[in-house]
């Protein structure tokens, strides 16, 4: 009698760790993982909210980083990812593809500007005509990202560097990016708090997350913003070098028009649900949310990886005519 009541108790046992298992099998299946860049926390924030909608049983987690750190927890640090948003698409080309990632599709664009608040020194006095000038005060302190962090990092590199050869001031670059390095953070987005306290005035930042966050900000001319498709071979004319795949190496980074990426890695655990999320963000209803965010969608737009994509998205993407080698 007493085995017997000790056999189902064993068997009560067991029972419970697998219905415990098929439970927490079932939870994990609901589950997605989103690594983005931070100019995206504000539109992928209702893009889930709203995909949740007709998905009220997944559990999202969104994490966001400067792109190429982002980026790097996947390839360095081996951590599982189901959407990769990278807000330049070649990030996926140089450090994804093709041990990680397999394609990307292009969904949106973005230009740089110089975001500031009201209690900013000298904010009634910065134009887009002077700006270069009023960040070179001694008495004002302005922040940007790292370079090997954060596209918007290399970009503001490019921005300036552009600057000095459409203001014809040979000497601007280098000043400018001698200033000021003490405040310069992993992504653009860590720097708002400095500039929201008064630690820094002003802020080389994506025009999109300066509208999103009711900043004031100059538009910079079409030929420095990196915005703009029709100057893309003056953008090439500059470039920043920056971390490569591996310690020592090195990419020499050119400038382009700022085109937002996205992808789904290999290892990323919850495919078929990651498709669903993709298809959502890609379609009308996410593409309206980036829109009404300051991010114009261009979705479809070429890519060279469109062989690799899966079915189920190739709608939002197109082969291009000549296919080009890596950027």
């Known amino acids: 009698m007493i085995n017997r009541i000790f056999q189902l108790f064993i068997f009560a046992i067991i029972l419970t760790f697998f219905i415990s298992g098929c439970d927490n099998n079932s939870k994990k299946n609901n ?40 980026a790097r927890k996947i390839s360095d640090l081996k951590r599982e990812c189901d959407i990769f948003a990278s807000a330049d698409y070649s990030v996926i080309d140089n450090l994804l593809i093709p041990e990680y990632a397999d394609w990307y599709i292009k969904f949106a664009t973005n230009q740089m500007c110089i975001a500031f608040t009201e209690k900013s020194l000298k904010a009634n006095d910065i134009t887009a005509a002077n700006w270069f000038d009023i960040l070179l005060d001694k008495e004002i302190h302005f922040g940007r990202s790292d370079p090997n962090s954060d596209p918007c990092g290399y970009r503001t590199v490019m921005t300036i560097k552009l600057a000095e050869k459409y203001y014809i001031k040979k000497w601007l670059a280098d000043k400018l990016l001698a200033k000021d390095e003490k405040y310069m953070r992993p992504k653009e987005t860590d720097l708002l708090a400095l500039l929201e306290t008064g630690v820094i005035d002003y802020i080389f930042l994506y025009r ?85 965010n300051g991010q114009k969608a261009i979705v479809p737009s070429s890519t060279r990886t469109y062989d690799k994509i899966p079915d189920a998205l190739k709608q939002f993407a197109a082969k291009p005519k000549i296919e080009n080698a890596k950027k």
């Open 208 to 292: 999109s997350v300066a509208q999103q966050h009711r900043l004031k900000f100059i538009d910079l001319p079409d030929e420095i913003n990196l915005g703009n498709p029709d100057f893309a071979d003056l953008y090439r004319t500059v470039s920043v070098k920056i971390t490569g795949k591996k310690p020592g190496e090195y990419i020499e980074k050119f400038g382009a028009p700022m085109v937002y990426g996205s992808t789904i890695p290999k290892n990323a655990p919850h495919k078929k649900l990651a498709i669903e999320f993709a298809k959502f963000l890609l379609g009308d209803k996410g593409s309206s949310i980036m829109e009404k």
């Open 31 to 70: 589950e997605l993982i989103i690594f983005h860049a931070g100019s995206l926390s504000v539109p992928f924030k209702e893009i889930a909210r709203e995909f949740k909608k007709n998905h009220p049983d997944v559990k999202i987690f969104r994490e966001s980083a400067g792109s190429r750190t982002c």
